[in-house]
């Protein structure tokens, strides 16, 4: 990186704040996609960590009256490469944005997007107030858990990230900053701006601060794992539980091999030695008695269609227990993964998508490890190293099943840069070309995250 270029730098945010040295800059260069699809860091980068929205607004100025690209960062969790600086410029981490308080009148949280999703939720519960959603990866941060409206396990009776977000401090390429929303349940002044910066993957705005809205604290809460011999079984009774009224937290699909191998992979031991495959109910209400009598229907709508007997964890630390083994699946798997899809269809349809799926690993003689997010139709789908002279058409079959069953190639994780080439297969031009010109709109220069999210 220029010399000039540094120290303009410095002088906005400090030199202690603007990092060139290879080797401190190398963790900001990777976020967890596989390395088979990662796309190849640039090699002249400088990291520079804003302290708050104003620096991030000089920086940004800076950048675009001189064409530099600039790269947001957050966490690095993502799965598609989204954060991966491709050319010489920027990486504008966000670390240092980490104030979040709480207003418990208004159940709101204001969190800069530094703030990572395990002070937020512990932050929350300290003031006895909720924040349910759980995309799996706790060191994840606020502002990158918005720009990729990020998903996860507990989303079905809330939703994904979109949902919880009433407000945003976010600056546009210019360096002007933008106020939008506020601690408000009901908005309807304009075009939806926000909505649109919510999963832009930092292609439109940098986000620095959001208000999202909690829920009051649960009494009580349970895990409830339901084993099955029959996978369609174990997906025929999704829809069953929710037509009967009930909402858990989460009902997610997982095989019985692949939990055993994660709990071992992070020292674990997973509870239950039957079946073949299982449902994971995770519920969340205001007694106990509501969980034992929610928990007793769902076990006899299960039952009903094949199941074996369910266990069910009440205490905190096995729930939390069954929850990391879940969560660590993909870790579990990342040294063999080429890929990790996450398709995403009707939930109704997930039976025939897993169908499909098998299929193509027959066909192909592949090893396709897949679990998802049963009752709102999101399939993770891994395509393994062993596989990886078959892997393009390996991808594109399980693409063109998804949107035959009227699903779409992404539910969760986003486009990034590992996904770009293949949208204008599976999006209409259309829709593309406007999208490129909301890009255009908010981002003349295309200088922030060239590359990502649409095809420029």
């Not at 704040?17 to 800059?25: G, L, N, T």
């Not at 829809?239 to 997610?252: F, H, T």
């Not at 039957?274 to 929610?294: H, K, N, P």
């Not at 986003?414 to 080439?421: C, H, M, Q, S």
Request: net charge negative; with cysteine; aromatic share 4%.
């Amino acid at each position: 990186m220029k010399r000039d270029i540094v120290e303009s730098l410095e002088k906005i945010v400090g030199k202690e704040y603007v990092v060139v040295e290879r080797a401190r800059i190398e963790d900001y260069l990777l976020d967890e996609a596989a390395e088979a699809v990662r796309p190849r860091p640039a090699t002249n980068v400088v990291v520079v960590k804003p302290a708050n929205a104003q620096d991030v607004s000089h920086i940004l100025a800076f950048a675009d009256e001189n064409r530099i690209p600039v790269f947001p960062r957050g966490g690095g969790t993502g799965l598609v490469g989204g954060a991966v600086p491709t050319q010489d410029g920027i990486v504008l981490s966000l670390e240092r944005l980490d104030k979040v308080e709480i207003d418990k009148e208004n159940l709101m949280a204001v969190a800069e997007a530094g703030v990572t999703l395990q002070r937020l939720i512990t932050t929350a519960d300290e003031a006895s107030l909720f924040f349910p959603l759980h995309p799996g990866e706790e060191t994840a941060q606020v502002g990158g858990l918005v720009a990729t409206n990020a998903g996860g396990a507990r989303a079905i009776k809330f939703g994904v990230m979109r949902n919880y977000v009433r407000g945003m401090e976010a600056v546009l390429a210019s360096g002007e900053i933008l106020q939008l929303g506020g601690k408000l349940q009901k908005n309807n002044t304009g075009y939806d701006l926000m909505n649109l910066i919510i999963g832009s993957e930092g292609t439109l705005a940098v986000i620095t601060k959001v208000i999202l809205r909690l829920y009051p604290k649960f009494e009580a809460t349970s895990t409830m794992i339901v084993p099955y011999n029959s996978r369609h079984n174990a997906l025929n009774s999704v829809p069953r539980v929710l037509q009967d009224g009930r909402m858990p937290l989460a009902i997610e699909y997982a095989e019985r091999d692949l939990m055993e191998r994660t709990a071992k992979h992070i020292g674990e031991v997973w509870p239950v030695k039957e079946g073949a495959c299982y449902l994971i109910v995770m519920e969340a209400e205001s007694s106990r008695d509501q969980i034992l009598s929610d928990s007793l229907r769902i076990a006899e709508i299960c039952k009903e269609n094949g199941s074996l007997e369910p266990l069910l964890a009440e205490p905190k630390d096995e729930q939390d227990r069954i929850l990391r083994v879940r969560s660590n699946i993909y870790s579990a798997l990342q040294a063999e993964t080429a890929d990790i899809l996450d398709v995403t269809v009707p939930p109704a349809e997930i039976g025939r998508l897993m169908d499909a799926v098998d299929e193509v690993a027959r066909r192909y003689g592949a090893y396709l490890p897949t679990y998802g997010h049963a009752a709102d139709g999101n399939l993770h789908v891994h395509l393994m190293k062993r596989d990886l002279a078959n892997i393009e058409e390996l991808r594109d079959q399980i693409y063109r099943a998804a949107i035959q069953l009227g699903g779409v190639i992404t539910g969760e994780h986003g486009i990034g840069k590992a996904r770009v080439e293949k949208l204008p297969q599976y999006l209409d031009k259309k829709q593309i070309d406007l999208m490129r010109k909301i890009k255009m709109i908010f981002d003349p220069n295309n200088i922030l995250n060239p590359g990502t999210k649409i095809p420029i």
